[in-house]
Every structure is written in C-alpha cells, then in structure tokens.
C-alpha cells in the first residue's frame, strides 16, 4: 500500500527533475538527466507504479533526442469543452480546454486545465507509433510538476520528455487519456516507449 507520505515524496522529486530540465540550457543534456531521473524514480521509488516483483530489473527505453520535436508554441484558442473523467480513486476528475497548441509537420494538441483544486496545464497525446502505449502518453501535466516551461503566451512542448501514465505499467492506476483532440495521425518516434512490466 502506497502512503501519502510517500506520493508527496514522489511529487517532490518529480518536481525537481523538472526543474532541472528547465534550468538546463542544452535540451539534449536536459533530456538526459530526466531519463535518467525518471528511470531511477520508476525503478526505485516506492510510490513507483511499477509493481513490485519487476523494478528490480525494469528499465523505460527512451528514444535519442531530436532537436526536430521540440516546440516554442503559443498557445491558440479553441472552442470551449469540458471533460468528466470518472476514476474509482479520485472521483470525477474534470478538464476544461483552454486552447490547442500546433506543431509543425507534426498536428495539433488541446491543451486542457484540470478544473479542480491545484489546477495544471494537462496536455496527453495518443500517436501512431508502435512502441506508444495505446491509452496514450502524456508531455505536460503541470499539477504533478511535469512542466517544460514556456512563457506566459507560449508553451515549451517538447514530444522528446513523452512519457507513459502509471496505467501503463499497473492496472491499479486509473488515469486520464487523450481525447479526440490529442490524437495524431503521424507516428512519434521519440519520448519514453511502452516497455510492459513484467509483474
């Protein structure tokens, strides 16, 4: 059973391996350290969602970085939406879209604001790649300090620091998955790629 104490723990290391990566200059050297970050952190940490009989030995692949998949975007409007996701452990969690962000050569994402308390930017994508789990991935979920930065009109997408939900790795863990808009028709070679932990 994972305590409370020991999700603040995550969320605080989480966090900080972020904030690492935005004071980095070098995003090839950022990214770096955030596989190696988050690697430790999936294999090591107790609040990891992979389960325990396969850390000891569980490595994410994360594919080598391409400058070519980093995005400074602003962030453009869209139609208003609002998205209920039910979940056993946290209720219903809700979603307002507050814009849509475009990525050349690569297709449009919603960019949603979880509507309840904390708030965070929330940006998950589901691609044609077939190394993605299919529920998806996520590149931005700002309330549990995976932030790549940006400025107040622009966001710092980088598909690079794509990485797998916790419901990926267990089905304990109920998570929220792209929608119709965050769905792109091209396949995304890089980021974190689905590697199933053997329990």
């Known amino acids: 059973m994972i305590t409370a104490w020991q999700v603040r723990d995550w969320r605080i290391r989480v966090a900080d391996l972020y904030a690492d990566v935005r004071a980095e200059p070098d995003p090839e050297a950022a990214h770096r350290a955030w596989a190696q970050g988050r690697a430790a952190l999936l294999r090591e940490h107790p609040a990891t969602a992979v389960p325990a009989a ?55 994402l919603d960019v949603w604001w979880l509507d309840s308390y904390g708030g965070g930017i929330f940006i998950p994508l589901r691609d044609a790649a077939p190394r993605t789990y299919d529920g998806g991935r996520y590149l931005l979920d700002t309330v549990k300090g995976a932030d790549l930065g940006g400025t107040r009109d622009a966001l710092v997408v980088d598909l690079n620091f794509a990485y797998q939900p916790s419901c990926a790795y267990s089905s304990d863990w109920v998570c929220p998955l792209p929608g119709p808009g965050n769905r792109l028709e091209v396949a995304v070679e890089v980021g974190e790629l689905y590697v199933p932990a053997e329990a």
């Not at 400058?67 to 602003?74: G, H, L, N």
């Open 54 to 108: 396969a850390r000891a030995s569980f490595t994410p692949e994360v594919a080598p970085y391409d400058p070519a998949m980093r995005f400074v975007v602003p962030v453009l409007g869209a139609d208003a939406e609002r998205r209920e996701v039910p979940t056993p452990t946290d209720g219903v969690v809700p979603f307002e879209r507050v814009g849509r962000v475009e990525l050349s050569g690569v297709g449009s």
